[in-house]
Every structure is written in structure tokens, then in C-alpha cells.
């Protein structure tokens, strides 16, 4: 369920399965040694979900077809949506 947004778990909420992979999981920047692993790993991968690849220090996110560089100014102002969502 990529794209589910925000969620604010309050105290004694059981944590399901689904909220951990929804709110968790796919709102992270993930690490991997290489764009090989990230891809055996992420087979599915959702717009908008982030890795970090530690062979070439690259930030990349995926558009919705393909994993794409981040850069200052990238897809149309990524840097301005971490701004409101407080990154």
C-alpha cells in the first residue's frame, strides 16, 4: 500500500504487520551495498520509495518506472516535499 502517508501510532496500539510494512518500510531510505542487491531485494518496488547505494554514495528513488538518480531539484521539487513533510 505505498503512498498510505502519515500515520501517528498512539501508546498500546497493537503494531500489525501491515502498518510496519506500510508506514515503516516504505517510508525509509534503504541501504544497499549495490543497485544488484537493491533490485534482488525489491522486486515490486513502489513510487517513490528511496535507496542508498554504498558502492557509488547514490541517492536514488523510484518514479514509478524506474529507479532515478536524486538530485538537487529533481522530479519537479522533491526537495520541497521533505521540507513539508519535515525530513
Wanted: glycine content about 10%.
Amino acid at each position: 500500500m505505498a503512498g498510505a502517508g502519515f500515520k501517528d501510532f498512539t501508546a498500546g496500539e497493537v503494531l500489525t504487520a501491515d502498518d510496519v510494512d506500510t508506514y515503516l518500510m516504505q517510508q525509509t531510505v534503504m541501504v544497499f551495498a549495490d543497485s544488484t542487491a537493491r533490485n534482488a531485494a525489491i522486486a515490486s518496488p513502489s513510487e517513490g520509495m528511496f535507496s542508498y547505494l554504498a558502492d557509488t554514495n547514490a541517492l536514488e528513488y523510484y518514479d514509478g518506472s524506474a529507479w532515478v538518480a536524486f538530485t538537487s531539484g529533481a522530479a519537479g521539487g522533491l526537495e520541497t516535499q521533505f521540507l513539508l513533510m519535515g525530513a
